[in-house]
């Protein structure tokens, strides 16, 4: 089964492609999947994935096949079988990236995908689907991998094109100066209502 996928990062290429192709950074983001060794260029790991009413957790690893950082292109070949015996898997990606502006790429994702088992009784529509619905997840978790640390890893300040800071709330020292004005008025009001007491007068 073919599938064809695209989507963007806001990061140069340059940049989006150190890390497209560090596994060991790329491996949380796609859900349900968890790296568990490295031995040189062979990745193991395990992912589980829900088909339908049928949850399968695939064990297995993953290697490039081929890598060619100068065009940004990568094949990687990965291949896994569930733990409970429901079927194999396995699946040869293709990654391709092009420049899209000076801090934007575009990667160009083709999988040439074979199940075997209970999971593969569901038919292209279904695991199409659920490739699609893993993508969108995927995407949201490298974008905010690369807000948070950056495309070098570092630390949770480091500056990324295309994301925000928010500021702390305390770090507009112009609002103190009206929060202190109101404290004081809430200070004052609070002070005459406790030394208020009522006065009764006989008819």
């Known amino acids: 089964m073919d599938l064809h996928h ?20 790329l491996a949380p983001c796609l859900p ?3 790296l568990t060794e490295v031995e040189g260029e062979i990745y193991r790991g395990q ?9 399968a957790q695939f064990k297995g690893q993953a290697s490039f096949v081929s890598r060619d950082d100068a065009n940004y292109t990568a094949s ?17 990606i293709t990654a391709r990236l092009e420049s899209t502006g000076p801090s934007s790429a575009k ?3 083709d999988t040439d995908l074979n199940i075997t088992g209970k999971v593969a009784q569901f038919g292209r529509g279904a695991l199409a689907d659920v490739s699609d619905k893993l993508l969108l997840q995927f995407v949201d978790n490298l974008n905010a991998l690369i807000a948070k640390e950056g ?21 507009h020292p112009a609002s103190w100066p009206w929060r202190r004005s109101w404290t004081l008025r809430m200070a004052s009001r609070w002070r005459r209502w406790r030394s208020y007491r009522p006065r009764f007068t006989a008819s």
């Open 6 to 25: 695209e989507f963007t990062v806001p990061v140069p290429a340059a940049d989006a492609w150190r890390i497209l192709t560090n596994l060991e950074r």
């Open 107 to 109: 990667c160009t994702v």
């Open 76 to 92: 990687l070949k990965a291949e896994g079988r569930d733990t409970g015996g429901k079927g194999n898997a396995a699946a040869t």
């Open 47 to 55: 992912v589980k994935v829900k088909v339908g009413p049928i949850v």
């Open 151 to 171: 495309v070098s890893g570092g630390s949770d300040t480091a500056a990324v094109p295309g994301a925000s800071a928010q500021p702390s709330p305390t770090a």
């Open 32 to 34: 349900g999947a968890q």
